[in-house]
């Protein structure tokens, strides 16, 4: 079942900080992270594995939370490049040998 | 290094035409193998996966199929298209417990 994102969109000024959220109703495995610019393929930004782990490089870091079988993703200080979609793709103990369900997407646009 | 291709990039085809679209990783044996497509409103929605050679799991029943012929191939097909089959089509490799490496897209519009 495909997890659920939020906000849908989501405008900031630059240096300004954001929240993108991501939960399921299944109990989940992994949560991955990826941003995809406008036109372009989908890349990968992190993996969070089981265990409630916080992750993060530069200024974009994430959460999970496996007891509440949700994720966030946390940009602070945004940039002009932080612009495009953010999609959160989960795996479920069942399928972790498999596939990936992504989210909607959280579109971020970044103004100057 | 590891690297995905995807043809063609761009593809108008009339409704009720066939369609064929390729995918080939070099750099990598034995990968996963992933087709997923984005349409308004929907986001990256998966079409099919693949842990071998002749192996398909499909995801979401519909007018579309797909074969992987040879280790590092993997093959989108349809025998009639509809004009919700209009989309971004994105191939994938990789191993979930780490990154997904995804193609440059083919684009199609069904007219």
């Known amino acids: 079942q495909q997890p659920v994102q939020s906000p849908q969109a989501v405008i900031l000024r630059e240096g300004e900080d954001a929240v993108i959220n991501c939960s399921s109703s299944?109990?989940?495995?992994?949560v991955h992270w990826y941003r995809q610019k406008h036109g372009e393929a989908p890349v990968f930004l992190m993996i969070?594995?089981?265990?409630?782990e916080q992750k993060g490089h530069d200024k974009i870091s994430a959460s999970f939370n496996e007891k509440k079988q949700q994720s966030s993703l946390y940009l602070t200080a945004s940039q002009l490049s932080y612009s495009g979609t953010y999609f959160c793709g989960t795996v479920t103990p069942m399928n972790r040998d498999d596939k990936i369900i992504f989210g909607k997407g959280t579109r971020l646009h970044i103004l100057p | 290094s590891q690297t995905i291709h995807q043809w063609p990039a761009t593809l108008v085809q009339p409704v009720g035409s066939p369609l064929s679209l390729e995918c080939t990783v070099e750099g990598t044996s034995n990968p996963n193998l992933y087709w997923y497509r984005q349409a308004a409103g929907r986001g990256l929605q998966l079409l099919f996966y693949?842990?071998?050679?002749?192996?398909i799991s499909s995801e979401v029943p519909q007018n579309l199929s797909a074969s992987r012929p040879q280790d590092r191939q993997f093959i989108l097909s349809s025998k009639k298209l509809l004009l919700s089959d209009s989309g971004f089509y994105l191939c994938?490799?990789?191993?979930?417990?780490?990154?997904?490496?995804f193609g440059p897209g083919t684009r199609l519009t069904v007219t």
């Open positions: 994938a490799w990789g191993d979930i417990s780490y990154e997904q490496y």
């Open positions: 693949s842990v071998g050679i002749g192996q």
């Open positions: 969070l594995l089981k265990g409630g």
């Open positions: 299944k109990a989940l495995y992994s």
